[in-house]
């Protein structure tokens, strides 16, 4: 059973690179933002204000599996207030324990803000994924024109340099990398570098496993 924390700012292609390795390592994989999106998208669509701590709280401890997996969470205004809620204490640990669950059950890739830090800090691979804003403002723009929405990229670049500065400024479980999280800048890496490198952490951790598992008892 093997926990792999990827945390970094917005649009840095933790999505991507969690997704190839959960499927390769054939583990279960949560998208922590969309626990937060939910949240937000919730809070927005009862007419409520996702920067009031109580409405916010009341939302996520509503939250269900169903609200998660909505495909309408990723727009920029659900994305702003997803940045909103998250900064609230009692709403990070209203969804604490269905992150910890998840991932206990059979092991997982979790991709956020916090998990190498707060959620697991003991996972067995911590990554820290991160890209020039331009770059990752870019790849976000593709997403939303593959989607058929067309959004100067200058938006793009303001929504994600914004929610950047909230969620590293903010005192519950700012964006920061775990002390002992390996640091991938995908600025010119591409999905395919950036899972290479990633798969070295990984098979380094495996190896250290068999290694535990090999040695006779009372030798380590
Ligand atoms: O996809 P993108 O990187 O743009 O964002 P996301 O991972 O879906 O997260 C949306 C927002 O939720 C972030 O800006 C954070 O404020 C918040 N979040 C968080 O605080 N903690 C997490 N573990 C995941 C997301």
Do not use: C, W
């Not at 200058?154 to 994600?160: K, L, M, T």
């Amino acid at each position: 059973m093997i926990i792999i924390a990827i945390d970094g700012p917005a649009a840095a292609g933790k999505g991507t690179l969690a997704k190839r390795l959960a499927a390769t390592l054939n583990l279960p994989y949560l998208d922590t933002g969309l626990l937060y999106r939910a949240t937000a998208k919730l809070v927005l669509e009862a007419g409520g204000n996702p920067a009031d701590h109580e409405t916010a709280t009341a939302a996520a401890r509503a939250l269900t599996e169903a609200d998660a997996a909505r495909a309408d969470l990723r727009d920029m205004a659900t994305s702003k207030a997803a940045s909103q809620v998250a900064s609230i204490p009692a709403v990070r640990a209203a969804l604490l324990a269905y992150q910890r669950a998840y991932a206990n059950a059979n092991g997982a890739v979790l991709d956020g803000r916090d998990i190498g830090t707060v959620i697991f800090p003991h996972a067995d691979v911590k990554l820290f994924v991160t890209a020039s804003v331009e770059a990752r403002a870019k790849r976000r723009q593709a997403e939303f024109i593959a989607k058929g929405e067309h959004i100067p990229l200058a938006d793009v670049i303001a929504d994600v340099a914004a929610r950047d500065e909230a969620d590293r400024r903010r005192t519950a479980s700012p964006l920061i990398p775990a002390e002992d999280a390996i640091l991938i800048d995908t600025t010119t890496l591409n999905a395919d570098e950036a899972f290479l490198r990633a798969m070295e952490e990984v098979k380094k951790k495996q190896a250290i496993f068999s290694r535990e598992k090999m040695a006779p008892k009372g030798t380590s």
